[in-house]
């Protein structure tokens, strides 16, 4: 006579072999086969065997890894092909492969053979939870989602965060919770993807990398305000990374106490967060080598002294100098000419 305890076994086993998923692969131990088929859960009337659930995990983990590859050979395709901007093909690569993502778990619940109508019974309690206990990493996700959408920062962007330090440098991977920013001390900076859209963010380079930078100097009053125009643009011709078109302009700003301050603007080409202040420096130690040649004299501030005194200051002059005796450097004086 059969135990009690395995004829509901063998009965559950036996609904379950019904199945074609749930099936063991012929040729393995009877035991084997059972415990494939053994009933873990009943979900409205569909058994969730361990073979079942085996064979999810199996497809999740090859799903994932097949949709990480897609996505990775579709960028590299799209950047071969196209001349789109690496953000957008970054922002492409994400989307797909987010999307495949999903599809993988919805055929690893297909496989499972758990119906997806729990989840609209489940899914108030689970958003309930989720919200409570996730806000700040459901928050991160879709400003994620926003930022591969609308694209208001994308990779290889060159961006200045705001705050009192206003880090800048470039961005190289807007992930599912953060954005990676590599500084330029080659320092990575992660940020939540929530602070790329609630702070305010400067984008060097999202239309596109021309970018206006300016030389401020101040030549000495009498100086030819012509040729010192004309050494400002021919320091800003001979180089190579200042843009023609635009054409730099100088202006003479303003007469200031000491100077007459001359500011250059020019155009140029950014590619990385610290190339700018490289051409900036560039061009003063050109203006100085070209104003030095020709006599431009570059001010500096200088002030003029008036004393004004109830009587005529007495003018002493020392007649002998000689060494301290105690070693010292000072003078010493004699002691006829020593003041009263």
Known sequence: ?????????????????????????????????????????????????????????????????AARLVSRLLARM???????????????????????????????????????????VAGGALAIGVGFGSQNILNNFISGLILLIERPVREADIVQLDGPEQVSGVVRNIGARSTRIVTGENVELIVPNSTLLEKNILNWTLSNNEIRASIDVGVAYGTPLQNARDLLLEAAGEHGLVLNSPAPVVLCDEFDDSAIRLRMYFWMRIRRAFERRTVESDLRFKIEKLFRQHGVVIAFPQRDIYIRAAEPLRVLQAADQRPDPGGNDALCRPPAQMPP
Do not use: N
Not at 24 to 33: F, K, N, Q, W
Not at 91 to 119: G, M
């Open 78 to 120: 799209l950047a071969r092909r196209t001349t789109a901007h690496p953000g957008a093909i970054a922002a492409a690569r994400a989307l797909l492969f987010y999307a495949l993502c999903a599809l993988v778990v919805l055929l690893a619940l297909k496989v499972s053979q758990v119906p997806l109508s729990i989840f609209a």
């Open 1 to 65: 006579m059969p135990s009690p305890l395995t004829i509901p076994f063998a009965q559950h086993a036996k609904g379950a072999a019904s199945s074609p998923i749930a099936s063991a692969p012929t040729g393995v131990p009877e035991g084997i086969r059972e415990a494939w088929r053994f009933p873990l859960l009943d979900v409205q009337g569909s058994q969730v065997t361990l073979g079942s659930l085996v064979t999810a995990l199996m497809l999740l983990a090859v799903g994932v890894s």
